[in-house]
């Protein structure tokens, strides 16, 4: 992350006035849109986490689709054709405003806020400098209603999985490995 803000500190210096350095543009193309989503993630995908956030609060439903879920399953590097949806949802408060958990321990779904995914595919990764690149990884974020989420920056998305290469930059193949395995 250091690394990250120096190189956009220098960048400052670098360019006139307020013209755009010439990597972002590149940095925001993401080449996960609305024609490639999987609007059918809930049936063909497998939902292999949960994720718990009692205190902003959210409750996290992370998807995987085969490709993913084979490789994780062979301890193998995730591989181009992997996508992964993770779903956010205000969970249901009760009449204190505290988060209901559910039987499973989880904090139970009520709104889903927004959904963030990340894919690959060959190439994905060629036109996003190395200082952000996570091999052929792209990130995109989108609305309920599947519309472009446009606060989203995908360079904060690089930036922050940047530092997991060796887990294939997912923050959870722990927990998709386990998923892959009991689901054999
Ligand atoms: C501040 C760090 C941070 C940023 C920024 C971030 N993520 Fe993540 N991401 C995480 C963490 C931590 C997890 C693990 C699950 C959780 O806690 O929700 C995760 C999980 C994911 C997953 C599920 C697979 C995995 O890696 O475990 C997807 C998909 C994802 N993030 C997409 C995105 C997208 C898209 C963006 C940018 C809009 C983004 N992330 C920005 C930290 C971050």
Known sequence: MDNVAAYFASLQGATAGTAMSEFLPNLKK???????????????????????????????????????LKAAREGKPIPNGAFLVLEVYTPKLD?????????????????????????????????????LRNDDWN????????SVRAAANQAECLACHKPLPADSYLFTLKELKEAALKKK
Do not use: C, S
């Not at 059918?40 to 998807?63: C, F, G, I, S």
């Not at 559910?102 to 036109?127: C, H, Q, S, Y």
């Open 30 to 68: 993401t080449n996960i849109t609305n024609a490639n989503f999987p609007a059918d993630y809930k049936t063909k995908y497998t939902m292999y986490a949960v994720v718990n956030y009692p205190e902003r609060p959210q409750v996290r439903h992370l998807y995987a689709n085969d490709v993913a």
């Open 139 to 146: 990130y995109a974020a989108f609305n309920a209603d599947l």
């Open 95 to 131: 009449d204190k405003k505290v988060p209901v958990k559910g039987a499973d321990g989880n904090l139970v779904p009520d709104t889903l806020a927004f959904i963030t995914t990340m894919a690959r595919e060959a190439g994905w990764g060629k036109d996003i400098p190395e200082i």
